[in-house]
């Protein structure tokens, strides 16, 4: 169990990763809206948009008693099977609540909610993350 000094202090890290984040999408956002409006003042151009995420990648967070996993893979390739990622869950002590995909470009984003089944106990998000890189890479 962590000390409350200790839990601070990641609450700090997370808030200033979600600031730099919030950044860089806020300048991807602004970048898009550019292109757009290129797109719409001249018809004969087309703007094309690439997909630069490197594949597979593997991101766990840990909100209180709730996991959030993020598996982004390619869409030709197969690294995993989704059973093989939920009973890693399971034997990790979680409980998967919802799980949906969606497709961009040639990539596969996975969005994994999983809830802790014994919240006392609480679950080791960096050995969930371990494992499911394993799975993965």
């Not at 766990?60 to 093989?84: A, C, H, N, P």
């Not at 969606?102 to 494992?131: E, F, M, P």
């Amino acid at each position: 169990m962590l000390s409350q000094q200790d839990q601070v202090d990641q609450a700090i890290t997370y808030i200033k990763q979600l600031k730099e984040r919030v950044e860089v999408l806020k300048r991807r956002k602004d970048e898009v809206a550019q292109g757009t409006s290129e797109s719409r003042s001249n018809n004969s151009e087309k703007v094309m948009t690439t997909c630069t995420l490197e594949t597979p990648a593997v991101e766990v967070r840990e909100l209180g008693s709730t996991l959030e996993v993020i598996l982004i893979s390619d869409l030709k390739k197969k690294y995993f099977r989704m059973q093989e990622v939920i009973n890693i869950l399971e034997e990790e002590g979680a409980q998967v609540v919802t799980a949906h995909f969606s497709t961009v470009c040639d990539k596969v984003c996975y969005t994994i909610h999983a809830q802790v089944k014994i919240t006392r106990l609480g679950i080791d998000a960096s050995a969930v993350q371990l494992r499911l890189q394993n799975l993965v890479c």
